[in-house]
């Protein structure tokens, strides 16, 4: 199973916080693709550009920013949590 | 009330006065929206040349509306003609903002202040924030006077100093093994968990990041009301940068200059995100290794750093990024020319100015203004390593003859 977390941000389109989902051994895209099933197009719309996350979002699995892993073909195996996070920052 | 409410810096959707930072449309950053009629109405430069010398004397254009701010004394900080370091790097108008004599030494007690009035008046039961030093000195302080408990996080190695400061202030001061980046994460997902806490650089953000306009507000005030020609702004997430041009807009929005043609330029350390974009080209694009004596400026994945690049690229502004070396070598001519001692951020506008006047992006001419945002005592361990070493004598008249006098 992987955990997935959501920001509050999201909650106006997916009504929860966390939720597990059956994609081990799946990529970070293909988990992608569950929830979109899951939550219908709004989701893919607003998180997608052009077949890339938009770059207000940043996607973490197991605290690691998938930029620094393998992007979308990230892999994901049991246990892992996946958080999505809007980018904020400033020291 | 001067807040109407927030709005999306991306695609413009609007959300109410309250602690929230994402749209949940794109995603995006929030932004206040004021009532400029009803600010407009109500302020004037005479107002604030009477108002108390802190940033409070710009209450009128800041997004509160309590009438009794968290107030240390953050602000209205030594403003001055440098003409020595003018001389020595060929500007004939140089001007020093000097921050690293706020409350807390550095320019983010600005900020801080506002934020922490903020989460009063949003009734938050603490506050928090990821730092990368600073931001934890100054919120520590700013809770200790608010009577909040702070939940402080930082990545584990920045200077001892930073860190001594925010615990004698009783606040909590987790440090994150990883780099800013990381600690910022995880305060983020605790922020998501805790609503009722105020993280001023997270949920508090859209109103924390006001704070600094008031460097604009205090950069043409002191000018006798008017606006230099370039000014040169540290960068770490680019969130300064940003406020300070907003501050200029609004000072021509509420009509106290005739317009905002300021070139605003950023300094990053060599290898960070802005600059590198800004001065080599292509996207701001996340660093996952951050390679800097800099710690108050390391800041691999910078929120506002899209906007910041766009706000320098349009007012025909530069980036520079110097070295480790030509930091150090910057706060070490700053002293011994004007009596400053910088931290090694300040060291990294000075060095970025020294280069926009040797390529000629500023003219020696031109009314410039840089901002010290830190004060040197607070990155004693890096310059140690770059100093010569004091003299050491018997005490002896004859020694000190021949050691030193020789
Ligand atoms: C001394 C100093 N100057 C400048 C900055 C840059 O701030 P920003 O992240 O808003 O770009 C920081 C950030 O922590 C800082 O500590
Ligand atoms: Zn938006």
């Known amino acids: ?91 | 009330m001067r807040v109407i409410g927030l709005k999306c810096r991306v695609c413009g959707r609007e959300f109410p006065n309250a602690p929230l930072y994402a749209c949940d449309n794109c995603f995006g950053p929030l932004e206040v929206i004021y009532n400029w009629e009803f600010i407009a109405e109500r302020t004037s430069k005479e107002k604030v040349e009477k108002g108390p010398k802190s940033i409070w004397r710009y209450a009128d254009l800041l997004p509160v509306d309590t009438l009794k701010p968290v107030d240390l004394g953050a602000g209205y900080t030594r403003f001055i003609k440098a003409d020595n370091l003018g001389e020595e790097i060929g500007l004939k108008n140089l001007y020093l903002l000097d921050d690293s004599t706020n409350p807390t030494y550095s320019f983010k007690d600005r900020v801080v202040s506002v934020a922490v009035t903020k989460a009063i008046e949003f009734g938050m039961k603490a506050v928090g924030c990821a730092s990368t030093g600073n931001l934890a000195g100054s919120l520590a302080a700013h809770a200790a006077k608010a009577k909040l408990p702070s939940y402080i996080f930082v990545p584990r190695g920045i200077e001892k100093n930073k860190i001594i400061q925010a615990v004698v202030h009783g606040a909590k001061i987790i440090e994150v093994e990883g780099t800013y980046d990381d600690a910022n994460r995880l305060a983020t997902e605790i922020a998501e968990e805790n609503p009722e806490w105020g993280f001023v650089n997270i949920n508090l953000r859209p109103y924390y990041v006001e704070g600094s306009k008031t460097l604009a507000y205090e950069t043409v005030e002191r000018l006798g009301w008017m606006t230099p020609d370039q000014v040169v702004v540290p960068m770490g997430s680019g969130a300064l940068l940003c406020a300070i041009f907003r501050g200029f807009t609004d000072l021509e929005r509420v009509g106290f200059i005739d317009d905002n043609k300021v070139t605003l330029n950023g300094a990053q350390p060599r290898g960070l995100p802005i600059a590198k974009a800004v001065k080599y080209g292509g996207n701001v694009e996340p660093v996952k290794k951050l390679e800097t004596i800099v710690h108050s400026l390391a800041i691999g994945n910078p929120a506002d750093g899209i906007f910041a690049k766009e706000i320098i690229k349009k007012t025909g502004g530069s980036a520079e990024d110097p070295s480790d070396e030509e930091t150090v070598e910057a706060v070490k001519l700053l002293a011994k020319t004007e009596g400053i001692f910088t931290e090694l951020a300040g060291g990294v506008t000075i060095a970025a100015l020294k280069k926009l006047v040797e390529d000629g992006s500023i003219d020696s001419y031109d009314v410039v203004v840089a901002y010290l945002t830190g004060n040197g005592l607070k990155t004693p361990e890096v310059i140690l390593n770059y100093i010569p070493e004091t003299i050491q004598i018997r005490p002896r008249i004859e020694e000190f003859e021949k050691v030193v006098v020789a």
């Open chain 1, 1 to 91: 199973m992987i955990r997935v977390k959501f920001p509050s941000a999201f909650t106006s389109i997916t009504k929860e916080r966390r939720i597990e989902v059956e994609a081990d051994g799946k990529t970070v895209g293909e988990l992608l693709d569950i929830l979109f099933e899951r939550y219908g197009s709004t989701l893919r719309e607003r998180l997608m550009k052009d077949g890339e996350l938009v770059p207000f979002i940043n996607i973490f699995v197991n605290g690691e920013d998938i930029r620094y892993l393998n992007g979308l073909q990230t892999e994901l195996k049991d246990g892992d949590e996946v958080a999505f996070i809007p980018a904020v920052a400033g020291g």
